[in-house]
């Protein structure tokens, strides 16, 4: 937790400390109505966490996104603000959609059961890994939003894909050098995941990628050294050479619904998130899931309108500033 927030557990624990000194009591989860950051999710996941799992969720380099900073603009209607998008046909209520995480039995004994289940409450999209921890049938039956299924960097073969297409799968990310040619017999819509640089970007549309992934989690996108955030840095350049053929979509470490505003502004069509969400899941189920995607969207709506832009459409990198 940052510096600047002090919550009501901590200074009962200080209290109980200066009262009973020598008594340490263990710490505890918060009540989940009492967070008002989504970074207080990581706190409490920690607590509920082994050392291993924790660390693979662990929040990321930030450094790209404070360099970006905002161009306000007041004195325009935003009363009706709309998040929505449309993705390959199907309208989403915001352009937040809940990445893919395998295994998610290391954060909660539901796993991915709880994770569609909160996103599902939250109106946001899920992508569902081929290393999940329960089988893509079983999550299937239970999401109630679009549902995506991410194959990996491993080979996977035609029949996964399949499957995952029969079990309502809408899209299918495959990986930056991947064979499409079984996703399209399969009837999927492919994204190409991992581009990082606008001439990557072109291969995979030839190639024919019906959407376009920059994906900074696995250290796929061009950053400077040490920062894993860049890119959000990368980013306008590969929607430069898009020019609109295809949705483009950042992964990466968002953990405030500025940072989403930053990455949208900056031509991203839309975005995964996945470490917040899972830091709900661990420390609190579906309903964790729930708030924190439900926190982003708010975080998001606020920033828009702090920019004066009711819509996705309405924005632009003109509201952005990019400093050294």
């Given at each position: 937790?940052?510096?600047?927030?002090?919550?009501?557990?901590?200074?009962?624990?200080?209290?109980?400390?200066?009262?009973?000194?020598?008594?340490?009591?263990?710490?505890?989860?918060?009540?989940?109505?009492?967070?008002?950051?989504?970074?207080?999710?990581?706190?409490?996941?920690?607590?509920?966490?082994?050392?291993?799992?924790?660390?693979?969720?662990?929040?990321?380099?930030?450094?790209?996104?404070?360099?970006?900073?905002?161009?306000?603009?007041?004195?325009?209607?935003?009363?009706?603000?709309?998040?929505?998008?449309?993705?390959?046909?199907?309208?989403?209520?915001?352009?937040?959609?809940?990445?893919?995480?395998?295994?998610?039995?290391?954060?909660?004994?539901?796993?991915?059961?709880?994770?569609?289940?909160?996103?599902?409450?939250?109106?946001?999209?899920?992508?569902?890994?081929?290393?999940?921890?329960?089988?893509?049938?079983?999550?299937?039956?239970?999401?109630?939003?679009?549902?995506?299924?991410?194959?990996?960097?491993?080979?996977v073969s035609g029949e996964v894909i399949r499957r995952a297409v029969q079990a309502g799968c809408?899209?299918?990310?495959?990986?930056?050098?991947?064979?499409?040619?079984?996703?399209?017999?399969?009837?999927?819509?492919?994204?190409?995941?991992?581009?990082?640089?606008?001439?990557?970007?072109?291969?995979?549309?030839?190639?024919?990628?019906?959407?376009?992934?920059?994906?900074?989690?696995?250290?796929?996108?061009?950053?400077?050294?040490?920062?894993?955030?860049?890119?959000?840095?990368?980013?306008?350049?590969?929607?430069?050479?898009?020019?609109?053929?295809?949705?483009?979509?950042?992964?990466?470490?968002?953990?405030?619904g500025v940072d989403i505003l930053k990455a949208?502004?900056?031509?991203?069509?839309?975005?995964?998130?996945?470490?917040?969400?899972?830091?709900?899941?661990?420390?609190?189920?579906?309903?964790?899931?729930?708030?924190?995607?439900?926190?982003?969207?708010?975080?998001?709506?606020?920033?828009?309108?702090?920019?004066?832009?009711?819509?996705?459409?309405?924005?632009?990198?003109?509201?952005?500033?990019?400093?050294?």
């Open positions: 937790m940052s510096d600047a927030t002090y919550s009501r557990r901590q200074a009962f624990g200080n209290l109980a400390a200066m009262l009973l000194p020598g008594i340490e009591s263990p710490p505890r989860r918060a009540p989940l109505d009492e967070l008002v950051l989504v970074e207080e999710f990581q706190d409490n996941a920690k607590l509920v966490l082994p050392a291993e799992p924790f660390s693979a969720i662990a929040g990321g380099e930030r450094r790209a996104f404070e360099r970006i900073t905002f161009r306000p603009r007041v004195m325009r209607p935003t009363l009706d603000m709309d998040l929505s998008v449309a993705l390959f046909g199907v309208k989403h209520f915001s352009p937040i959609l809940v990445g893919a995480v395998p295994d998610q039995k290391r954060f909660h004994p539901d796993g991915e059961l709880a994770t569609a289940r909160g996103a599902a409450a939250a109106q946001a999209g899920l992508v569902l890994s081929s290393q999940a921890s329960l089988p893509l049938e079983q999550v299937a039956a239970v999401a109630r939003t679009p549902l995506w299924f991410d194959a990996g960097n491993g080979p809408q899209v299918v990310c495959l990986p930056l050098g991947a064979d499409l040619r079984e996703a399209r017999a399969a009837g999927a819509t492919v994204v190409v995941r991992g581009v990082a640089d606008p001439a990557e970007a072109r291969r995979a549309l030839a190639e024919g990628a019906q959407g376009i992934m920059v994906e900074t989690r696995y250290g796929l996108a061009a950053a400077p050294p040490g920062d894993a955030a860049g890119g959000i840095l990368a980013l306008p350049d590969i929607v430069d050479a898009v020019a609109g053929r295809a949705p483009v979509i950042l992964d990466s470490h968002f953990e405030l949208l502004a900056s031509g991203a069509t839309a975005v995964l998130v996945s470490r917040p969400a899972m830091w709900g899941l661990a420390a609190y189920g579906a309903d964790g899931v729930e708030v924190v995607v439900e926190m982003l969207q708010a975080e998001l709506a606020r920033g828009m309108a702090m920019c004066g832009a009711a819509d996705l459409g309405t924005l632009s990198r003109r509201l952005l500033r990019l400093h050294p």
